[in-house]
């Protein structure tokens, strides 16, 4: 059972239409979700984190965190051909703290 | 990219060789991870330390060892290599003190053909 799943897509989305990004974790005591964004032969870049219920913004982003169903996601408004790459969703693990645990990733697409 | 750079960029070895990918940061953090990343699979934990002299395993460690004899330099090896290692290498960083709050940064990955 993977710890953190995520729909491999590839997810396309109209420019300047929403993309939303899903994430579950199956470790209860997860406490750190944090959202990277990888293009393609580049390395991850942090995009957000949340470690707390509820929404937090950031520009055009927006992280979600539901901790009861154990669910994280990732919305993108007014998207833009530039937000093309894959979203990785990345939880702090059971054995550590600092020991990230990451989910195969989404591509996204944003059609022009 | 938080002052970490990757060497070699990239790698072709043949089974059965060892090979050695060095991370090096500027910055002086305490905490260095080595990940893999296959088609698939995202990233996978290897190796991480939290000091110098200071390593532990992660997800993914068998057939790799690591070592840290500076602050700046995290090693990873492959005793023998395997085809089944073929892949993607990032190094990171955390910006804190190794707790659940804080943010890993990575460096630009080294591409590893074990043929």
């Known amino acids: 059972q993977k710890e953190v799943e995520q729909n491999s897509g590839p997810l396309s989305v109209p420019e300047g239409a929403i993309a939303s990004l899903n994430c579950t974790y199956s470790d209860r005591g997860s406490q750190s979700f944090f959202w990277y964004r990888q293009y393609s032969g580049k390395s991850p870049e942090l995009i957000m984190f949340i470690y707390s219920n509820g929404d937090k913004e950031d520009g055009r982003f927006t992280a979600q965190l539901n901790k009861a169903s154990q669910y994280v996601s990732l919305l993108i408004r007014d998207s833009q051909p530039s937000d093309s790459a894959t979203y990785l969703c990345a939880v702090t693990g059971r054995q550590g703290a600092q020991k990230l645990v990451f989910g195969q990733g989404t591509r996204l697409t944003i059609n022009p | 990219d938080a002052g970490i750079t990757q060497s070699p960029r990239h790698k072709v070895t043949e089974t059965g060789t060892p090979v050695t990918l060095r991370c090096h940061q500027t910055e002086n953090h305490r905490y260095m991870y080595w990940y893999r990343q296959d088609p698939g699979h995202g990233l996978r934990l290897i190796h991480y330390s939290y000091g110098v002299k200071d390593t532990d395993k992660g997800e993914v460690s068998d057939g790799y060892s690591v070592s840290r004899s500076k602050t700046e330099d995290f090693l990873l090896t492959l005793e023998s290599a395997t085809s089944s290692q073929t892949s993607v290498y990032f190094c990171?960083?955390?910006?804190?003190?190794?707790?659940?709050?804080?943010?890993?940064?990575f460096g630009p990955g080294t591409r590893l053909t074990v043929l």
């Open positions: 990171a960083i955390t910006d804190g003190l190794g707790q659940g709050t804080d943010t890993q940064y």
